[in-house]
Nanobody, 124 residues
Framework: QVQLVESGGGLVQAGGSLRVSCTAS????????MGWFRQAPGREREFVAA????????YYADSVKGRFTISRDNAKNTVYLQMNSLKPEDTAVYYC?????????????????WGQGTQVTVSS
């Protein structure tokens, strides 16, 4: 079993930056993928970014490309999402997800483990 714990959410003004982290514990795999999703009130959970832990290959949703950066520290079993130039429409609960396959997925069904989420609020 894998446990994921997010941290680093909060309130920021539009144009500002925030970094959220996700630390995995339990049965972790070096050849796995981790991703970030977000869910705003009344909307479906949507893909934000993902990374393959072994290669560092990344993939981003078009809505965040050029503004968000996903990275990992395998020694700490931690994945980060650096969010710059934040917009009010980025406001959502951000969820970390993981699977045990070295393959990026943009679908929620592509991940086996989920964190509890961390709130990110961007004020205008």
């Amino acid at each position: 079993q894998v446990q994921l714990v997010e941290s680093g959410g909060g309130l920021v003004q539009a144009g500002g930056s925030l970094r959220v982290s996700c630390t995995a514990s339990g049965r972790t795999f070096s050849s796995s993928s981790m991703g970030w999703f977000r869910q705003a009130p009344g909307r479906e959970r949507e893909f934000v970014a993902a990374i393959i832990r072994s290669t560092g290959n990344t993939y981003y949703a078009d809505s965040v490309k050029g503004r968000f950066t996903i990275s990992r520290d395998n020694a700490k079993n931690t994945v980060y999402l650096q969010m710059n130039s934040l917009k009010p429409e980025d406001t959502a609960v951000y969820y970390c997800a993981a699977n045990d396959r070295p393959r990026i997925s943009t679908l929620t069904s592509g991940y086996d483990y989920w964190g509890q989420g961390t709130q990110v609020t961007v004020s205008s």
